[in-house]
């Protein structure tokens, strides 16, 4: 690796490193208990997150904006949890977790460019849960 190389993957990790410190504190703020997985725990993925009741499960990620966008959809389950929001449907409820999770993320991560991908993954992840 060329020291430019390495001086960019250094950035980039202290950047990643950063959102979770800052998700972790978004966690707090809705007072809300943030779990980062190990490899060793059953059922982990890289690329994984799930929430149940006042929990966030987050595994590792390939890139900060899939963590990002995962997270803010965790955090959206918790918060209409919260409210006692009951959807009619399992598709209803996703549509509704990533609406607020994105609202959230649009609100906290100013400057954050969403990006094709993003939004692709988030529209890939909705299909999933439509009955054909």
Partial sequence: MTQLEEEITQCYERDFQ???FACKNIAAQHR???VQLTPDHPGYQVDYA???GDEIFMCEYTTKNMYLM???HEL???LINKRGWKADSKLEQEIQAW???MEQ????CVGLEITYPM???MLDNIKTYIKQ
Avoid: D, P, T
């Fill in 76 to 78: 959206g389950h918790c």
């Fill in 32 to 34: 809300l208990k943030y």
């Fill in 99 to 101: 609406n607020e999770g």
């Fill in 70 to 72: 995962c997270f803010f």
């Fill in 119 to 121: 939004i692709r993954f």
């Fill in 50 to 52: 799930a929430s149940s």
């Fill in 105 to 108: 993320m649009i609100n906290r």
């Fill in 18 to 20: 950063r959102a979770v």
